[in-house]
């Protein structure tokens, strides 16, 4: 796994547009994953990211209805925090280039 990872999860889902999205982590899950399996780890990471929105949503509309909707907000900045946590640290910030792509066999 590439130490870019955790930039790529967190900034990639929070910052980028949808139609960006895809692009940059393809881009950031190419350079270290053999082109074998490339296309299996591209749908592992969408089926994560997407199988998890409806989930999300689940929870989050059984905890506004059971504690209205400014503690709900509250609760999720409050969780949110850990996630930016890790985004901000120092060792993600010290990358300062991507690995070279495997040169592709046929």
């Known amino acids: 796994m590439s130490s870019a990872a955790p930039l ?9 547009p949808e139609r960006v999205r895809p692009l940059a982590l393809t881009a950031t899950n190419s350079p270290p994953t053999p082109a074998a399996v490339l296309g299996r780890v591209n749908a592992a990471v ?7 929105i409806p989930l999300g949503a689940a929870v989050g509309g059984l905890v506004g209805e059971a504690l209205d909707l400014r503690p709900t907000m509250v609760a999720c900045v ?8 890790l985004v901000g640290r120092r060792a993600v910030l010290r990358i300062r280039t991507t690995p070279e792509p495997e040169p592709l066999r046929v």
């Open 8 to 16: 790529n999860t967190g900034l990639t889902h929070a910052l980028a």
């Open 46 to 52: 969408r089926l994560i990211g997407f199988g998890t």
């Open 78 to 85: 409050v969780l949110s925090i850990p996630s930016v946590a």
